[in-house]
T-cell receptor
Framework: ETGVTQTPRHLVMGMTNKKSLKCEQH?????MYWYKQSAKKPLELMFV???????ENNSVPSRFSPECPNSSHLFLHLHTLQPEDSALYLC?????????????FGPGTRLTVT | GQSLEQPSEVTAVEGAIVQINCTYQ??????LSWYQQHDGGAPTFLSY????GLEETGRFSSFLSRSDSYGYLLLQELQMKDSASYFC???????????FGKGTTLSVSS
């Protein structure tokens, strides 16, 4: 595997379900990010982890819970979601520090909340 | 508040040159990045300007004027495969994440 991988690629869940999105980077980076991409809206930063420590949380509802067990893996735990949470969820990684402007994105998970 | 403005759509023909502008208003500025995203694909990094001036990478160039809070992406010798969305993104501080614009959809026709 190379680059940034995300699983699952597609997910349909009910509002009462609990699911997790997984992201793995094979680039040796030390910063990882979760973004939400909705139609007609810019990519919205959700969380930033640097050296496994959460350094940014952009006022994301508590029904989204990130976890970064090590520098290569990032999870987004989902529970009690709302239909407006349906979107493409993108994970990204970067070397962090002075090169955080160059982020490598995974293919995303297309989430549909019914 | 913070905002990045770029045109929502641009159309051009193969072989042409197109310029996608980006103006920004952010509380802090460290540099401007550009990303390309094909339909159904992931955003991919194109270029970065940390200083004023022009950066050239093959057919693509990016320009920044910090005094004008303005930058642009210049695509030359357009090809059909350049049809995609292009996002500008501001890096507010060293070591932090990016703020993205809404993106410009470029359609290249033959």
């Amino acid at each position: 595997e190379t680059g940034v991988t995300q699983t699952p690629r597609h997910l349909v869940m009910g509002m009462t379900n609990k699911k997790s999105l997984k992201c793995e980077q094979h680039l040796g980076h030390n910063a990882m990010y979760w973004y939400k991409q909705s139609a007609k809206k810019p990519l919205e930063l959700m969380f930033v982890y640097s050296l496994e420590e959460r350094v940014e949380n952009n006022s994301v509802p508590s029904r989204f819970s990130p976890e970064c067990p090590n520098s290569s893996h990032l999870f987004l735990h989902l529970h009690t979601l709302q239909p407006e949470d349906s979107a493409l969820y993108l994970c990204a990684s970067s070397q962090g520090g002075s090169t955080s402007y160059e982020q490598y994105f995974g293919p995303g998970t297309r989430l549909t909340v019914t | 508040g913070q905002s990045l403005e770029q045109p929502s759509e641009v159309t051009a023909v193969e072989g042409a040159i197109v310029q996608i502008n980006c103006t920004y208003q952010t509380s802090g500025f460290y540099g401007l990045s550009w990303y390309q995203q094909h339909d159904g694909g992931a955003p991919t990094f194109l270029s970065y300007n940390g200083l004023d001036g022009l950066e050239e990478t093959g057919r693509f160039s990016s320009f920044l004027s910090r005094s004008d809070s303005y930058g642009y992406l210049l695509l030359q010798e357009l090809q059909m495969k350049d049809s995609a969305s292009y996002f500008c993104a501001v890096r507010k501080q060293a070591g932090t994440a990016l703020i993205f614009g809404k993106g410009t959809t470029l359609s290249v026709s033959s």
